[in-house]
């Protein structure tokens, strides 16, 4: 079961302009989301969340909203820069289960 | 470096084999997630143990078994493997064993089935 959806599989953007990832979840329990980014070879990496009492979180170019009422976060980076290049994948917790979408794969073109 | 460590970082093995992998919590964490992750798919959440307790459970076949030690390692065992086990495991470590918390993942270890 897919609780956790990211339906874009790729984006392509370019450098300075902004990128927008975008994440939907249908289980209302969960109360705390996260997005990780992943290089090839590597493990996924942390890099910003939010919990379900705030609607914005920000932290530098990356702002993750979330909107409950609709059970969508996204994740904006601003100015992209090709160095974000990378497969983003939102999560969603409850009482340490741990979900995560399929990911996007953000190509940021110089 | 997240303070992870999985090993080995690859194996090699048959179908019908048995293998098990390993996982190095960071210094502190005790909860421990296993994930895997099939060619180009997302990351499929398998199991969580929380201080030696298994907390929640996903999409994990009963050939595979996990178990958190007191030292709060923990071991992911798979076993009777099939050629579509092949996949990247993933171990995540975090403090606290709810929510509101990053979890920090590992190398992962790629595993094929030949």
């Known amino acids: 079961d897919q609780q956790v959806k990211q339906n874009s599989p790729s984006l392509s953007v370019q450098e300075g302009r902004i990128s927008i990832l975008n994440c939907d979840y249908t289980n209302s329990m969960f109360d705390y989301f996260l997005w990780y980014k992943k290089y090839p070879a590597e493990g996924p990496t942390f890099l910003i969340s939010?919990?379900?009492?705030?609607d914005k979180n920000e932290d530098g170019r990356f702002t993750v909203f979330l909107n409950k009422s609709a059970k969508h976060l996204s994740l904006h980076i601003v100015p992209s820069q090709p160095g974000d290049s990378a497969v983003y994948f939102c999560?969603?917790?409850?009482?340490?289960?741990?979900?995560f979408g399929a990911g996007t794969r953000l190509t940021v073109k110089p | 470096d997240s303070g992870v460590t999985q090993t080995p970082k690859h194996l090699i093995t048959a179908t019908g084999q048995r293998v098990t992998l390993r996982c190095s919590p960071r210094s502190g964490d005790l909860s421990v997630y296993w994930y895997q992750q099939s060619l180009d798919q997302g990351l499929q959440f398998l199991i969580q143990?929380?201080?030696?307790?298994?907390?929640a459970k996903g999409n994990i076949l009963e050939r595979f078994s996990a178990q958190q030690f007191p030292d709060l390692h923990s071991e992911l065992n798979l076993s009777s493997l099939e050629l579509g086990d092949s996949a990247l495991y993933f171990c995540?470590?975090?403090?606290?064993?709810?929510?509101?918390?990053?979890?920090?993942f590992g190398q992962g270890t790629r595993l094929t089935v030949v």
């Open positions: 999560a969603a917790t409850t009482l340490g289960d741990m979900r």
């Open positions: 939010i919990s379900s009492i705030k």
């Open positions: 143990y929380y201080n030696g307790e298994e907390r």
């Open positions: 995540a470590s975090s403090v606290a064993g709810g929510g509101n918390t990053e979890a920090f």
